[in-house]
Every structure is written in C-alpha cells, then in structure tokens.
C-alpha cells in the first residue's frame, strides 16, 4: 500500500518562497503519477501540480502556474513542489496523491488513490 509523507509547510510572508517534500514508501515502486492539491477552509479541494511517470508531462492549476514548480526525485522517491512569491490566496493544507498504476498525468482528485496527510502553509500580508 503506497503511503505519503509531506512535509515542509510553514507560515511565511507575502513574496516568500517555500519549498514542500513527498516522500513515498509502502510500494515495490513509484512509477506512477503524482501530484499536489491544496484545500483552503470552506473550499474544495483545488488542483495545484501534477507530474507523469518519470516526470515529462507536467501541468498545472491556472492559479499557481508561473509560480509554482512540480519536479520529482525518482531515485529518492520523493515528489517536490516549488513555491515562488507566495500570495494570500495561497494559504491551504497541501496535499501530496499519488495514482498508483499510471505514468498518466491526471488534473483529477478522483483519479488519485492514495493520498497524505497534508501539510500547512499559510502566507501572512
């Protein structure tokens, strides 16, 4: 059973950058894409990053793209998102999910089956 560990959420200032870890265990492997989802309180779960096996297709949500950076570590397993001038609007637990039994990227929460337990990160004005 694959499991995620994020780490890496903080609270930081407006324009700071920030910088969150997935490690994945629990698998024979992890050639399977990944992404990264954000819940903010009282909103849905919103699609941030995701990543394909072994890391060609990339894609991103409209409100991080241009600042945000999804890359991966096949050899230490570990997923990464990359956050550059961090606005307000950023604030939300972050979730690292993984769709075991695809290199397809997906935008998709529902097409994700395994998923952390999430990680804060609040950007203060």
């Known amino acids: 059973q694959v499991q995620l560990v994020e780490s890496g959420g903080a609270l930081v200032q407006a324009g700071d950058s920030l910088t969150l870890s997935c490690v994945v265990s629990g698998a024979a492997h992890s050639q399977f894409a990944m992404g990264w989802f954000r819940q903010a309180p009282g909103l849905e779960r919103e699609f941030a990053a995701a990543i394909s096996w072994p890391g060609v297709n990339i894609r991103y949500g409209a409100s991080v793209k241009g600042r945000f950076t999804i890359s991966r570590d096949n050899i230490k397993d570990t997923l990464y998102l990359q956050m550059n001038n961090l606005k307000p609007e950023d604030t939300a637990v972050y979730y690292c999910?993984?769709?075991?039994?695809?290199?397809?990227?997906?935008?998709?929460?529902?097409?994700?089956?395994?998923w952390g337990q999430g990680t804060q990160v609040t950007v203060s004005s």
């Open positions: 999910a993984a769709r075991p039994g695809s290199h397809w990227i997906s935008n998709i929460a529902a097409e994700f089956s395994a």
